[in-house]
T-cell receptor
Framework: DAKTTQPPSMDCAEGRAANLPCNHS???????VYWYRQIHSQGPQYIIH?????ETNEMASLIITEDRKSSTLILPHATLRDTAVYYC???????????????WGLGTSLAVNP | NAGVTQTPKFQVLKTGQSMTLQCAQD?????MYWYRQDPGMGLRLIYY???????DKGEVPNGYNVSRLNKREFSLRLESAAPSQTSVYFC????????????FGAGTRLSVL
């Protein structure tokens, strides 16, 4: 019940932009899209999240389509240290009230090559 | 600033043994979580604690118990370990339950023989 679809793997040359796609066609109108990554043998790390507008921070940019059915995470100048599994995540209800939990799929394994 | 600290990093148990996984955060976060990660599957929520003094079941709570000892610490206990509990366990914290920017520990790799 991952709610998102990502390619299982991608390659990128060092120094080039890495564009990681994600489909979330069933996302509801008020739900955010979150991106995390997990470097081998480490805990996941938050990258960025967004609702409908494009977002940018020191790690990455997030482009969300106007219909909100898909998004793209952009690492503008990928380095070898960006080799990791990248997770595109939406939330579902957690208990009563407005609380939400993250639903983790299998992500995209990004290999940045020298 | 250590963030989220988990101990131990590695553990091997025999079937039926018990153990407690420890987790502490120093970010003054209200909410804490325990996940497990198995090959070929995404992270699954075991238990969570919305705030000090509360705990609730996640997706896969069977075979586990938790204690929110204080605001900093959230432990996960396996009373009678089974081979199916062989996994990597991650603890995470967030400012509060509705804010899903979670900070993770380095994980505990547990093998149950």
């Amino acid at each position: 019940d991952a709610k998102t679809t990502q390619p299982p793997s991608m390659d990128c040359a060092e120094g080039r932009a890495a564009n990681l796609p994600c489909n979330h066609s069933t996302i509801s109108g008020n739900e955010y899209v979150y991106w995390y990554r997990q470097i081998h043998s480490q805990g996941p790390q938050y990258i960025i999240h967004g609702l409908k507008n494009n977002e940018t921070n020191e790690m990455a940019s997030l482009i969300i389509t106007e219909d909100r059915k898909s998004s793209t995470l952009i690492l503008p100048h990928a380095t070898l240290r960006d080799t990791a599994v990248y997770y595109c995540i939406v939330r579902v209800a957690l208990g009563a009230g407005n609380n939400r939990k993250l639903i983790w799929g299998l992500g995209t394994s990004l290999a940045v090559n020298p | 600033n250590a963030g989220v600290t988990q101990t131990p990093k590695f553990q091997v148990l025999k079937t039926g043994q018990s153990m407690t996984l420890q987790c502490a955060q120093d970010m003054n976060h209200n909410s804490m979580y325990w996940y497990r990660q198995d090959p070929g599957m995404g992270l699954r929520l075991i238990y969570y604690s919305a705030s000090e003094g509360t705990t609730d079941k996640g997706e896969v709570p069977n075979g586990y118990n938790v204690s929110r000892l204080n605001k900093r610490e959230f432990s996960l206990r396996l009373e009678s370990a089974a081979p199916s509990q062989t996994s990597v366990y991650f603890c995470a914290s967030s400012e509060h339950l509705a804010k899903n920017i979670q900070y993770f520990g380095a994980g505990t790799r547990l093998s149950v023989l």
